[in-house]
DNA sequence: ATAGATGCAAAGAGTTTGCATAGGT
DNA sequence: ACCTATGCAAACTCTTTGCATCTAT
């Protein structure tokens, strides 16, 4: 997948910017607003086709966060994991991990990744009703 | 929601033995499937519909593994977190958690609950290949 | 000029809802 | 008898796909 010739169209390019200039997991939904400052009429079928081929890539990778839809972000990151705001709905990168979180598996369980989300209200959420 | 008066139908008895008698987190689908050997044109609808009728009754509570399909559990457990094969896709209950796990979040953000889900292969899975 | 990319609309999965009827109480 | 619950099908949301057209190379 990843060996086939890309095109850089208008819409890749400006789906690209989108990422790099939020720093932030995003859904399809919502790459498509953001993208669509960019370019005009630019359809969620294209938003679909073109995160799957930045995937292929390895240019994204996908976050997937418990219940939610599936969200994006470029790839190559350091371990991390995520906090999702449950006001906004804004998702939010953390830094480091728990380093005994897989000492909860049961012996004999081989334990190969793992993911980690915290839910709450971020800082931006919780300053208007007064810290 | 809970206050209401609620009927002990053939549909509804089924899908609680259903979760009673698999000690884990179900899809809406594996419930239909399990339910209808107890009752015969048991519908999907009957069955997303009390698992909200459970959910706000407090009878059960959702599972939010990253990336599939809400599944459910009964409630009332302890805190604990799952494992999910990778192999054969069983999820597993974990039992402790990490005490320090919300200290990850940034300064300013409220942190309400977490969700911690390890992958992996299951004890079962990994014996055949010997070990 | 050629072949990949786009936009639209239709098709699929998973979940929810409207409506007439069945069935607990 | 009353009124909730059910089954069916249609509606809805999210994602994917078919097809004619556009466009980067």
Redesign the interface.
Known sequence: MSDTLHRNTRQRTAIRKVFESVNRPLSAQQVLELAQAEVDGIGIATVYRNLKTLLDEGWLT?V????GN?MYECAGKAHH?H?QC?SCNRV?E?????P???K????????????????????TC?RPVQN
């Not at 953390?94 to 728990?98: D, N, S």
């Not at 598996?105 to 800082?123: I, M, N, Q, S, W």
């Open positions: 996908q997937e966060l418990p219940g599936l994991h906090f449950e939010y953390l830094e480091g991990c728990v005994t979180i897989e909860l598996a049961r012996p004999g369980f081989k334990v190969r990744r793992h993911e980690l989300v915290l839910y709450g209200t971020c800082a919780r």
